[in-house]
């Protein structure tokens, strides 16, 4: 997750923890207000996914959110889900460039000629993937890192050093190697967050136990 703009802490919080209403606090970067955000930041973000179509999903939006903010992904996640035929690679394998024309005059997702045709492109190479795993939870989870590889404590400090890591570049040349686009290891390592391969929701944050919990108790896809 970018580090956006942070509002100073309060008393009694650690540096990046904001407070909430109810008494417990979240992370920064989804302390502006928006609904979407908190939502997204309390009940989806590093949660395990293990899901061929869920994990589809989760790279793509991921690639059309470089270099724009994730919370303008977030507002029009509904209209990608409709434009690409609920994120399925195998539908989404089939689209042909009349498909990319469609899209392109498609206001209501992100606009970008070269991220409509990765994604056409990324779920063709997902569908070669499927051939070769049992599913791209098996793939994709096999880049988790090991607890020795985590920082001991995720807190602001190491959490703003979060932006790759040995796995996530090490991810992105294996997809890149396979065909796959826009799946830099920054990109790379967003999704990795997303999808629950690491847990970077701050010590102190409500969600933080609940997400450890999840992977605790999630028996990996293999």
Known sequence: MEAENREDEPTGLAEGLLPRADGTAGCWW???????????HDVEWGRPTTGDIALFEKVCLEGFQAGLSWLTILRKRENFREAFAGFDPVIVAGFTARDVERLVQNAG????????????????????MLEEYPSL?????SFEPTVADRPTVVDFAAASLLTTSPESIAL???LKSRGWK??????MYALMQAMGLVNDHLEG??????VEAERSALVRPS
């Open 30 to 40: 989804a302390g502006d207000g928006d609904v979407l955000y908190r939502e997204y």
């Open 109 to 128: 997702i992100i606009r970008h000629r070269g991220k409509i045709e990765a994604t056409i492109n990324n779920a063709q190479r997902a569908i070669e």
């Open 137 to 141: 939870g098996a793939y994709f989870w």
């Open 172 to 174: 992105s040349r294996d």
């Open 182 to 187: 826009f799946v830099g290891p920054t990109t």
């Open 205 to 210: 944050c409500s969600a933080r136990s609940e």
